[in-house]
């Protein structure tokens, strides 16, 4: 018997993958053994027979049951507290919000500006840029020469950092349109 023993101990360690199946499954046998030894000593609390709850009843045929009083917990219809209202003692706001803040006197840089007062630095700064063009040559072709580029009518003149639409050509002007304004580009006198 112990050669058999011996014989099949080397065989199943000879193979790593039986070794490591035997193994795995002596842990495993070991594990439900424990659990079930654990659950099977459990010791049992609470019972739900109503019988041992009932004073009323005669205990002298049923010795081995022990007889709790029924204690009888008044609960509210309503909770409390809503359990969707964030807490104030663990979350507490820092600060309470005014919602009718006193009324700050306005600086100058707060104070809204006139629409017309708008308009108008929008329309100097186009003059300023249709300024800084010069017109060399309107010619009776339809086409003007403006800073020594040719352009025709409702073609895009570059003005700085916009661009101006030849809309109309004059005897000794153009006229060019940006955003709905229009303005006179002349030729300058004398050479």
């Known amino acids: 018997m112990r050669t058999t023993l011996i014989r099949l101990w080397i065989q199943v360690t000879a193979d790593k993958k039986k070794f490591g199946v035997l193994c795995i499954l002596a842990i495993a046998v070991l594990l439900f053994w424990a659990r079930l030894l654990i659950v099977s ?51 507490p706001k820092t600060t309470e919000v005014d919602p009718n803040p006193p009324d700050l006197s306005k600086t100058v840089f707060d104070v809204p500006e006139d629409p017309e007062v708008i308009r108008a630095r929008r329309r100097e700064r186009f003059q300023s840029l249709v300024d800084d063009l010069t017109l060399n040559a309107v010619l009776q072709e339809g086409v003007a020469v403006i800073d020594d580029e040719t352009y025709r009518l409702d073609e895009q003149v570059p003005g700085g950092e916009l661009l101006f639409r030849l809309v109309e050509l004059r005897q000794r002007s153009v006229v060019l349109e940006i955003e709905g304004e229009q303005f006179e580009l002349n030729m300058k006198l004398g050479g």
């Open 41 to 91: 000593r459990i010791e049992k609390t609470a019972y739900a027979d109503t019988t041992a709850n009932s004073p009323d009843e005669d205990t002298e045929g049923t010795s081995d049951r022990r007889v709790y009083p029924v204690i009888r917990v008044a609960m509210d219809d309503r909770p409390m507290r809503d359990p969707f209202v964030i807490s104030d003692w663990y979350f």
